[in-house]
């Protein structure tokens, strides 16, 4: 009896000892799953936010190919953030509970590594590939004096550590942007989109106030992350009710044409003498993309189109207009003569 039950407590000891291990084996990925919850929350302590899945596909089906357009024109505009309409891209200027405007935004995410960002030729004719990929620390950091720490990390890479009041956000008070305004006749389609940004920021010295453009960056690889970025677009309703994403889609922005993209690569201000013959060349352009517009859908003659009439209004509107008895106009005096009273006053 005693073997009986020495072999039975065995056998016992062995399936609890089993239970144990699947129960461990099972919390496994549980303990993932909180680390990679850990990390997300220290990217939104950071001002990022992790993607999801469906961020990824829904950036994948927002991207539209160009490739194929019969009609292009590549336009760079210049957008003064201090504008009322382009003041969403500026405020705020300092990061309040972790969200900032666009450029902390993307230089956040240069410094973490998930935004490349490409130099800026001075002779114009950027180019997005990656033997023009600027080094975070010798291209960003040390040209405009940004205070940062390093931190070794893995694979031999190095971490940098800037504080939020260390980021240059309120120097940079106006962007380029590259847009290409397109026709692709095999969709019937006539839209504008966002190819690249390039932040310019303001330096003070004692030579006075320069402008010096950063960097460009592609606006697809920003998408994932403005798009879940909200924005408020009023002083007066202030629901965050449009993210960045929709307000470059829907082109709220007011941005002046600086250059278009032709073949000797010249800007306005290389051809254009004066302010005024500048600002003469900005409307003829404008006025040539809505003229395109235009002639490319069939458009009725108004007047030949006559507005419906509806006669049961008519016979309504007619019945409560007061009518006006016309009086007789007196008779006009005959030249026979008659009988006339004398008045005396």
């Known amino acids: 009896m005693k073997r009986i039950y020495l072999i ?4 016992g000891s062995l399936m609890a000892a089993k239970t144990l291990q ?5 919390r496994t990925p549980q303990m993932t799953r909180g680390t990679e919850q850990s990390r997300q929350t220290n990217n ?4 990022l936010s992790q993607l999801t899945v469906r961020a990824q596909n829904m950036n994948e089906l927002l991207n539209r190919d160009i490739g194929n357009a019969r009609w292009l024109r590549i336009i760079y505009r210049q957008l003064d953030l201090l504008k009322e309409k382009n003041a969403p891209l500026y405020y705020p200027t300092t ?11 993307i230089f956040k995410l240069a410094v973490e590594g998930l935004l490349p960002i490409y ?29 940062y720490e390093t931190v070794p990390g893995q694979g031999g890479t190095v971490n940098f550590i800037i504080n939020e009041n260390d980021i240059p956000s309120e120097l940079v008070k106006s962007f380029y942007v590259k847009e290409a305004t397109y026709f692709d006749q095999n969709n019937s389609v006539y839209d504008t989109k966002i190819l690249a940004l390039c932040p310019i920021i303001n330096l003070y010295s004692d030579f006075g106030d320069q402008q010096s453009s950063m960097f460009w960056v592609l606006y697809e690889d920003i998408r994932p992350y403005v798009s879940i970025k909200p ?69 009725p003659d108004s007047v030949r189109l006559a507005p419906p009439t509806n ?17 007789k106009a007196p008779a006009a005096p005959s030249n026979t003569s008659s009988s006339t009273r004398s008045i005396r006053r």
């Open 95 to 105: 990061s309040v509970r972790g969200e900032g405007n666009l450029f902390s935004t």
């Open 119 to 147: 130099e800026n030729p001075i002779s114009g004719n950027e180019v997005f590939d990656e033997d023009h990929i600027l080094d975070i620390k010798k291209g960003l950091l040390d040209p405009y004096e940004i205070f």
């Open 231 to 299: 924005i408020m677009t009023s002083n007066i309703n202030n629901a965050k009710t449009f993210t960045v994403d929709d307000y470059f889609r829907r082109r709220m922005y007011d941005g002046e044409i600086i250059m278009t993209e032709n073949l000797m690569n010249l800007p306005l201000m290389a051809y254009c003498e004066t302010p005024e013959d500048m600002l003469l060349e900005q409307e003829r352009i404008e006025g040539e993309l809505v003229a395109f517009e235009k002639a490319l859908w069939f458009q």
């Open 44 to 47: 939104q302590n950071n001002g």
């Open 311 to 327: 006669r049961r209004a008519a016979a309504r509107a007619a019945r409560r207009t007061p009518t006006v008895k016309q009086e």
């Open 22 to 26: 699947a129960q461990t084996d099972r």
């Open 8 to 11: 039975l407590i065995v056998v």
